[in-house]
């Protein structure tokens, strides 16, 4: 195979931005020739081979290779589906919308490891947390001991969420921000420094908006080396913030305003602390003001890698498999929140699955769809 025939399931906000860049031949050694959407009209796509349902497009022999970009419950069946047959399959985020789906998605993967499973998870490949991630890895901010990301600027109106049925819904969605806005922010903070032992959420359900899920988060997060976290988030609050700290006993990380500060101790914070003779004596400083880029094309550059693993076996910077952390700790915080206790990590996918299971099932919202002016969704991505 010298060129990867692309197909997209889903055609609403993200699946026309996909199908936008794809057009444009801005992913090289990669075709879109089939798109796929069960409601919203395809003619505009012709002469693309087009479907109104998923599994025919993964059956019809037409593609090597499926974007699934519709609501979150779909990625999992779809995705089963598509790796089953033996294409390969780029999932939108979150992979699934609950820890078991994610599991019954990943084991499914695992039975087709030919076939190339990987998670939209942009935010990887943008160079300020590429460059937090390095300084992280090379040991430069020492031991990491603390992190706050008060994550509040991902601002909705209730036109947003009357948009389409599935949205902020425990049937269609299976969650509310967590799941949905700032599961980009869940991945990066797992990816930066790893799965948290144990979590406490206080999530406010509807608090802003006519929704029956969380749109206003505060977690507290524990690693099993003692090192803990708060995270913050919401839809409701403007302007919002989006501050991002990060403290080792090497320093401090700041990633707030499209700038990244690393302020360094000049000694170990600890190794200061047990030799130093004065008692309000404190390291030395250097402010170190970090450079990078913004990213292009971040989307692009993600489907890029996922035609270079199949075509080169090149490592994917987003394996499918890993989604699971970002699916779990969004999970967590919203049953640790009604549950009023502390969950320990891993927590069990199939007790959550049940609860919200009755989420569903007790639901009484009647919730009311309706025409949203055209929006650009490339001014939601960055975060
Ligand atoms: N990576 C990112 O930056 C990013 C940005 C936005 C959305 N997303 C994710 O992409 C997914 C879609 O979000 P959206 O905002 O585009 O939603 P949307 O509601 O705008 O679009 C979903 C589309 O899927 C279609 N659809 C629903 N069920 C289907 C099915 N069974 N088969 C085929 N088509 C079906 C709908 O008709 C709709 O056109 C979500 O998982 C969301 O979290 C990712």
Redesign the pocket.
Known sequence: MHKVRVGI?????????HAEYLSNHQVSRCELVAV?????PLDRYQPLKTF???EALIASGAVDAVI?????F??T??GMAALAAGVHTLV???ISSHKADAERLIAASRQHPKVVFGG???MRTEPRYQRMQKLIQAGELGEVVRLNWINTDWYRTEAYYA??G??ATWRGEGGGVL??QC??NLDMLQWLVGMPARLRGFCQLGRYHHIEVEDDVTAYLEWANGANGVFVSSTGEAPGTNRFEIVGTMGRLVLENNQLAFTRNETDMLKFSQTAKQGFAKPEVWNVAIPFENANL??ATMVQNFVNAILDHEPLIAPGAEGIHSVELANAMVYSSLLGETVALPMDGATWEKRLNRLVAESKLEKQVMAVEATD?AS??RR
């Not at 399931?9 to 931005?17: A, M, R, S, Y």
């Not at 699934?68 to 979150?72: G, L, M």
């Open positions: 399931i889903g055609l609403g906000n993200i699946g026309k931005h796929c959407d069960a409601f919203a109104a349902d998923g699934i970009a519709t609501p979150h779909q990625h069946t779809l939108e985020k979150p939209m998870f942009q948009s389409s599935w949205r799941l949905n599961l980009h971040p989307h969704i939601s991505f």
